[in-house]
């Protein structure tokens, strides 16, 4: 098992998530990361996506957040990213942060 991992993701953070200056609610910011999944699975670009959506400061570089071990992001994200295969997208995962979706790149 893989003790690093590289990753891209879009965050969507509603007013009350963790360091949040969003202003949508919970449930906006859940129909909005849906729909940017839904354009994932039908071909999208993600890095494109991370640019025009996330409130990541990572969306500038397409959602790439580098390289990374075990435990050094929240556990949601990490059991999520450090199970997931090479190229692949995940299911929407709720963090304290917001919503996210990743894209697992190495």
């Given at each position: 098992m893989s003790e690093q991992v590289r990753a891209?993701?879009?965050l969507l953070m509603y007013a009350g998530s963790a360091r949040s200056t969003a202003s949508r609610s919970k449930e906006e910011a859940l129909t909005q990361i849906q729909d940017l999944k839904t354009q994932v699975n039908d071909g999208a670009d993600f890095a494109e996506l991370a640019k025009a959506n996330s409130?990541?400061?990572s969306g500038q570089q397409g959602g790439d957040l580098g390289t990374f071990?075990?435990?050094?992001?929240?556990?949601?994200?990490d059991q999520a990213a450090f199970n997931m295969e090479v190229g692949t997208v995940s299911d929407v995962v709720e963090t304290d942060f917001g919503?996210?979706?990743?894209?697992?790149?190495?």
């Amino acid at each position: 098992m893989s003790e690093q991992v590289r990753a891209s993701h879009i965050l969507l953070m509603y007013a009350g998530s963790a360091r949040s200056t969003a202003s949508r609610s919970k449930e906006e910011a859940l129909t909005q990361i849906q729909d940017l999944k839904t354009q994932v699975n039908d071909g999208a670009d993600f890095a494109e996506l991370a640019k025009a959506n996330s409130d990541c400061p990572s969306g500038q570089q397409g959602g790439d957040l580098g390289t990374f071990g075990r435990g050094m992001m929240v556990p949601e994200f990490d059991q999520a990213a450090f199970n997931m295969e090479v190229g692949t997208v995940s299911d929407v995962v709720e963090t304290d942060f917001g919503y996210h979706i990743l894209q697992r790149t190495a």
